[in-house]
Each structure stands twice: as C-alpha cells, then as structure tokens.
C-alpha cells in the first residue's frame, strides 16, 4: 500500500560517491568513504595492502518464495574457504538445513570476480557444485543470474539440487565502502535488490518453484579486509506491491559509518536513501547506530548473547522516522562454531514485517506480514 504525506528526509550526513575510481589509495586505505547506486569505485584486489590471509571475498544469493526460500555462498575468506547452500520452509512445519563445506587456505584461488556486473564463479568437489554465470537480459538492458547447485548428501541422504534465474534490470542497488579505524581494513559491499526468480529447488522428492511475478532473488556481494573480531546485522527485503517492486536494505555493526549507512529504500528501481536504522531484538544489547552515529559498534553491556530470545517480536526504528516496523520471527537459522581462537555465532531470522517506510518524496509504503529476513552475526577469525 502506498500513502502520500509531507515528509522529506535530511540526508546530510551520507555522503553518495557518484564518480568512478580506484577503491584504495596508494596506500590500500579506501580513498572516498561513502555510499553509490552502482559499483563506481573499482576494486582490485592487487591493490589491497593486508595480508592474502585476511581477505575475505564473498557472493551470497537469497531467494525467498512466501513458504520457501533458498540461500547459496561461495567465499574465499583467505585462511579459509565457506561454501554453503540452505534450504527453508516457512509453512506448516517450519523447516531449515544449511549444509557447508569448508576449505583451508583458499588465499585467492576461488578467483572470485572483482566487480559484481561480470565473471562467473565455480566451485566443484566431490559433493558441491556450484556455479553463478552473468549474461546479458534480451532486452540488453541489465543482467541474467543463472544459479546452478547440486549438493550431495545435503540432509540425511538425501541430495538439494537448483537451477534459477535471476533477472537484474538495469535499476538502483546499494553499495558501501567502509572504512576502520585502522589502515589497510575495509568493507566494500553490494546489495543487488528486486531481482525477479524464476527456476526450481528439487530436494526431498519434491519440486519447488519460483514464480517472477511474486518471487524475487538478493546479490550480498563482499570485498574487504576486515579487523579480526566484529559483529553485525542486516535486514533484507524484496517484494512485490500490486505490479510494483519494493525492497530495502538496512543494517550497521562493520567499521566506522560516519561517512554513509547501509540503509536503502528501492521501489521500482530506484534507491531511497535512509538514515541510521536500529534493531530492537529482545534481550540484545548491541550498539545504538542512533546514539553512536556512526562510530565503531561497541556492545552497551548486559546479559550477552545467549539472553537474546531471536525468536519474539523484534522492532525497528530509525533516527529520521523513515522506516518504523515491527517484525514477528517464523525461524531462526542459527549456527555456531566456536574454537576460542575461530569463533562464529550465526542467527539469521526469517519472518514477517509490518510497519511504514517512507520515500524521498514523502510517499509512505505500508507493510503488513511481507516476508523477510533479518540477521545478527558475531564473528572471531
């Protein structure tokens, strides 16, 4: 549902990078802070000053149906590689599996592509296949994904296969250069919303399919070196609203944001930008983006993350009153790994939002019980 009112946001502080260069200095320090709608500044991963060990290069997709979704990602994360593929159900009896193949010291072998618009990506053992092909729309105007996955003894025995398109108009997306208070770190990232899916999941004897009409694919696509301890949280939503497309990307935790926020409205193509957005989840007592504006995330103390309860009724709010929601848990893909020195604490929740978003040009959007996904993360490596 759409309403007009009279607001307009301010948006002083996030600061658009809107010509094309280089991603790092001379010196492998991001040269302009700051947010884009396309990937204008270019990443090489030559340039980069760290270590090979810490850098972490990543494509993950998100398709979500209203009963089903499916996640695949493909990582080289310098001392260690992270393949994976997940399989969810929303309906009935919620159900989720995330199957992963871990690899030593990949340090640039995966030859993961340096720009998210061409290069294809190709992981292969003896129980994961796993490819991303780009090609052009016939159209000419925008992209084709083409997913493929076969992942042997995925859930008891039992194999998880897919193939799907995504189809990428030539449309806005969010994109992040990120930098930490400490040379040579950074976080360089894109969100590739509203990509209509099409194809199929075939796992447990049963076809599931995507229909582009109401069903829509994310590009979470990562470059950086990051500082060895961090924590995180993301918001994801794409969907469609009576012919419309609407979607939106917020979150906070990695590095210093003084320069821009992560957080983005999409509708019909084009980005919205917002201000700083907090996730409320009870019993979390995580950094405050609002109060902090933009400073490295610190937690603000209390009883730690075993006391968070992922699963009751999270809120958000937003420091310019653009994006109010409240968001009702269906499941919780957690995951834990913890070997003092590696330690990764994973929830990534998926559930139904209801709230108001509003435009640049005051239209409020109106949300109610539209499915999307919403994580916290704790990483150590």
């Not at 090979?52 to 590689?81: H, P, Q, V």
């Not at 990562?222 to 009576?242: A, F, I, K, L």
């Amino acid at each position: 549902m759409l309403i007009s009112c009279r607001f307009r946001g301010d948006n002083m502080r996030n600061h658009e990078v809107t010509r094309r260069q280089n991603l790092l200095d001379s010196y492998g320090n991001i040269a302009e802070p700051g947010w884009s709608r396309r990937q204008l500044q270019t990443y090489r991963r030559g340039d980069i000053k760290a270590p090979a060990f810490r850098i972490k290069e990543w494509d993950y997709y998100l398709i979500l149906n209203k009963d089903f979704g499916l996640a695949l990602t493909m990582s080289d994360d310098g001392y260690m590689g992270l393949q994976s593929a997940s399989f969810l159900k929303f309906t009935d009896q919620p159900f989720e599996h995330t199957e992963t193949i871990f690899n030593l010291l990949p340090m640039g072998r995966l030859k993961m592509p340096e720009t998210s618009s061409c290069g294809n990506c190709l992981y292969r053992d003896d129980r994961l296949f796993l490819s991303y092909e780009i090609s052009n729309l016939p159209s000419g105007r925008g992209r084709r994904r083409h997913l493929i996955c076969n992942f042997r003894n995925f859930y008891h025995g039992k194999s998880l296969k897919c193939n799907i398109f995504l189809d990428e108009p030539d449309m806005d997306t969010m994109v992040i250069a990120t930098p930490w208070n400490r040379k040579h770190a950074f976080y360089y990232n894109q969100k590739i919303n509203c990509m209509r899916a099409s194809g199929k999941v075939l796992f447990d004897g049963r076809i599931y399919r995507f229909n582009p009409r109401t069903d829509f694919g994310t590009l979470d696509w990562g470059r950086g070196v990051w500082t060895y301890e961090n924590t995180w949280y993301w918001g994801t939503c794409s969907c469609d609203m009576d012919g419309h497309s609407f979607g939106f990307n917020i979150g906070y935790g990695f590095g210093n944001t003084r320069a821009a926020s992560e957080n983005v409205l999409f509708w019909d193509g084009a980005a919205h930008k917002l201000d700083d957005v907090m996730f409320l989840i009870p019993g979390d007592h995580g950094p405050d983006p609002i109060r902090d504006r933009g400073k490295e995330g610190k937690r603000r103390g209390g009883d730690g993350r075993d006391a968070i309860r992922y699963l009751e009724k999270w809120r958000y709010t937003s420091s310019d009153g653009r994006f109010e929601m409240d968001f009702v848990p269906i499941i919780d893909r957690r995951a834990k790994i913890d070997r003092k020195i590696i330690c990764s604490d994973q929830h990534q929740v998926f559930g139904k939002m209801s709230g108001t978003a509003i435009l640049d040009d005051g239209r409020k959007i109106v949300l109610k019980d539209v499915l999307c996904s919403a994580e916290h993360i704790y990483n150590r490596f």
